[in-house]
């Protein structure tokens, strides 16, 4: 029986071992030891961070699979607080932080800390900047796997470079492909050569300079799905592409009738309207914690929203919303300003926000850790008390040795004058 056991928890220690072998511990010194063209995903941590500790065993799954995989991808990790050279050079505000060193760029990682997220940041970040399709076969998979794909279409030109710089800042958000004009489906027509072309929604639209602006912009506004299930950090992401963005707040699990209704609405009016409302995302949220925290109040699900991240600002709607003419009216009445914008980032906004996420924040953490809340209040309070009665005390000092120095006050006016009298007589 003991011999069993040895060798279960001899196996662990070895499985252990094996998968940390494939993260390396880095320091400051990593920067001068680093070759010139490795390219590495690099997470900064601090000890005391929890989150630190939940990702840590994804991390080496990570890099092991990564290993496995015959990946160029190096993977390593830094305690921020002991090598502060090195975070310093990765300008590392928080933690964990995720970020990809390649060929001297980094690239920081935003996205869900998950095992999928992150695998597919480094295989994007870490493969070509720019990826050929030379095959139909290539094309349909590419397509099959990605909600939203975008493809140089022609020979090299002006365009192309254009294509290549905006492709080195947003590999971190989306893939970039290039391909001749046949290796293209025949249902692709496209007007003039070269092109680039973004396929998603089940269709397909070309770049056009006049209309569209700057390419680099322009792929910004269009890399997500006109509907789509949407998460925080996403939400967070779609702040940079300009749009409004139409949401359902549902529930996390067992949708009720109303939640599956409204998911219906958003998702028919994104698709049957979507010239009209060309200037709006649509998708739904599961849960409402983080629409909670931007309106700063408790919002009630199912519901509708409409979210603009540039100002974190947000509309709700006036009436009952029962019907797509009733979601459209709603919809109408933000373009045209006849709903007001709530919310903003101003300078009292942000310091009412700031109250709300601390007092969320404490209450949360009272409920879970009532010992660690109770110190996380009292002790700042108790600094602060005895702040305040050091300086009382000093100021009070600081009056007797004024008193001390001092010479005596002159002796009163009538006083002087008795003495004055006195002498004459």
């Not at 940390?20 to 941590?45: N, P």
């Not at 998603?200 to 789509?228: C, Q, V």
């Not at 709607?317 to 979601?327: F, I, R, S, V, W």
């Not at 000092?397 to 005596?408: E, F, K, L």
């Amino acid at each position: 029986m003991l011999d069993t056991r040895n060798r279960v928890r001899l196996s662990v220690l070895l499985c252990v071992s094996l998968v940390s072998a494939f993260v390396d511990e880095l320091d400051d010194s990593f920067m001068e030891t680093r070759g010139a063209d490795d390219i590495w995903l690099i997470k900064f941590y601090a000890p005391w961070c929890t989150f630190c500790k939940q990702l840590d065993p994804v991390w080496h799954q990570i890099g092991s699979e990564l290993k496995s995989l015959g990946s160029p991808v190096n993977v390593g990790k830094s305690d921020a607080t002991a090598n502060t050279g090195l975070a310093k050079e990765f300008k590392v505000r928080g933690y964990p932080s995720i970020l990809m060193l390649k060929k001297g760029v980094k690239y920081n990682y935003s996205g869900p800390r998950t095992k999928d997220g992150i695998m597919d940041f480094a295989h994007r970040v870490g493969g070509p900047l720019v990826r050929t399709l030379t095959s139909l076969q290539l094309f349909q998979h590419a397509m099959n796997s990605r909600d939203v794909m975008f493809v140089y279409v022609g020979a090299t030109s002006q365009l192309k470079g254009n294509y290549t710089s905006a492709a080195e800042q947003l590999i971190v958000h989306t893939y970039f492909f290039s391909a001749a004009r046949d290796i293209l489906p025949k249902a692709v027509s496209l007007p003039s050569l070269p092109a680039v072309v973004v396929f998603k929604d089940g269709t397909f639209f070309t770049y056009n300079e006049e209309h569209d602006g700057d390419l680099k912009s322009w792929i910004n506004r269009e890399r997500f799905p006109n509907y789509f299930k949407i998460d925080s950090y996403t939400l967070y992401a779609m702040g940079e592409s300009g749009k409004l963005v139409v949401l359902a707040l549902v529930e996390e699990r067992n949708l009720c009738e109303e939640s599956l209704r409204y998911k219906s609405l958003v998702e028919k009016v994104a698709a049957d309207h979507k010239e009209i409302y060309s200037s709006f995302y649509f998708g739904f949220m599961e849960g409402s914690d983080y629409i909670s925290g931007l309106v700063m109040g408790e919002v009630i699900v199912p519901s509708f929203v409409v979210v603009n991240l540039s100002n974190d600002g947000y509309f709700l709607p006036t009436g009952a919303m029962e019907t797509e003419h009733h979601l459209m009216n709603f919809l109408n009445g933000v373009l045209d300003g006849s709903i007001q914008c709530q919310g903003g980032n101003g300078v009292v906004q942000r310091a009412r926000r700031f109250v709300h996420e601390t007092k969320v924040t404490l209450m949360s953490v009272f409920s879970q850790a009532p010992l660690l809340g109770c110190f996380l209040v009292g002790f700042p309070l108790a600094m602060a008390t005895v702040f305040c009665y050091l300086c009382r005390k000093a100021r009070s000092t600081m009056s007797d040795d004024d008193d001390d120095g001092v010479a005596p006050s002159a002796p009163p006016l009538q006083s002087y004058k008795k003495l004055t009298d006195k002498k004459s007589e």
